[in-house]
């Protein structure tokens, strides 16, 4: 009676153990995340203040215009410059062959394929904002950006190109690089097409 009661604890014994008991094996533990990586925050617009009205000595004429563009475009050289959120921003003056005018202020994003928004249009002598309260408080994401796809033969795909954007690894040259790119004529383009999505 003893041995018949041993043998039924053992079998139960068996059945009843943990399936983790069968594994000889010990399982490695996660490989820890090193400290020294962080998880990637979103893009986030800077703020910004609309800037000042455009002075004639402070134009630059931007280069490499169609023969039959219906406008001369023209950067405001006092306006440039690169925001913490490199986001590249500049006031553009579009002339007409009557001389009229449209005056705009405008950010430019390196990225792959480029991307631009609209801030104000000038008026009178001063900057009218789109969206007051998005100078202040930008959306947080780039929804209200447009593509340069949009865009392909326009004056902003050619800041974006070949004046603004270092095109190796999408991010703004220094303001030095693209004022001089401005004004002396843009570097070789067998070295700076390199990089750049055509499709």
């Given at each position: 009676?003893?041995?018949?009661?041993?043998?039924?604890?053992?079998?139960?014994?068996?059945?009843?153990?943990?399936?983790?008991?069968?594994?000889?094996?010990?399982?490695?533990?996660?490989?820890?995340?090193?400290?020294?990586?962080?998880?990637?925050?979103?893009?986030?617009?800077?703020?910004?203040?609309?800037?000042?009205?455009?002075?004639?000595?402070?134009?630059?004429a931007?280069?490499?215009?169609?023969?039959?563009?219906?406008?001369?475009?023209?950067?405001?050289?006092?306006?440039?410059?690169?925001?913490?959120?490199?986001?590249?921003?500049?006031?553009?003056?579009?002339?007409?062959?009557?001389?009229?005018?449209?005056?705009?202020y405008?950010?430019?994003?390196?990225?792959?394929r480029?991307?631009?928004?609209?801030?104000?249009?000038?008026?009178?002598?001063?900057?009218?904002?789109?969206?007051?309260?998005n100078?202040?408080?930008?959306?947080?994401?780039?929804?209200?950006?447009?593509?340069?796809?949009?865009?392909?033969?326009?004056?902003?795909?050619?800041?974006?190109?070949?004046?603004?954007?270092?095109?190796?690894?999408?991010?703004?040259?220094?303001?030095?690089?693209?004022?001089?790119?401005?004004?002396?004529?843009?570097?070789?383009?067998?070295?700076?097409?390199?990089?750049?999505?055509?499709?």
């Amino acid at each position: 009676m003893t041995t018949r009661l041993s043998l039924l604890l053992l079998i139960s014994v068996v059945f009843t153990r943990p399936a983790s008991a069968d594994n000889l094996f010990i399982n490695d533990a996660e490989a820890p995340t090193p400290a020294s990586v962080t998880a990637p925050t979103a893009w986030r617009e800077a703020p910004l203040q609309l800037p000042s009205w455009p002075r004639d000595n402070d134009l630059i004429a931007i280069p490499d215009r169609a023969a039959n563009a219906r406008f001369d475009y023209f950067i405001d050289s006092h306006s440039l410059h690169t925001s913490a959120d490199n986001v590249v921003r500049y006031t553009v003056i579009a002339t007409a062959r009557d001389g009229a005018r449209n005056i705009s202020y405008e950010g430019l994003r390196c990225t792959p394929r480029g991307q631009y928004k609209l801030y104000a249009y000038g008026t009178q002598q001063h900057f009218e904002p789109i969206d007051p309260a998005n100078l202040i408080n930008p959306t947080t994401s780039a929804d209200t950006w447009q593509s340069l796809d949009d865009d392909s033969d326009s004056y902003r795909r050619i800041l974006w190109q070949w004046y603004f954007c270092d095109n190796k690894q999408f991010i703004p040259r220094t303001r030095t690089e693209q004022l001089r790119l401005l004004r002396n004529g843009r570097s070789a383009p067998s070295m700076d097409d390199h990089g750049f999505l055509t499709e």
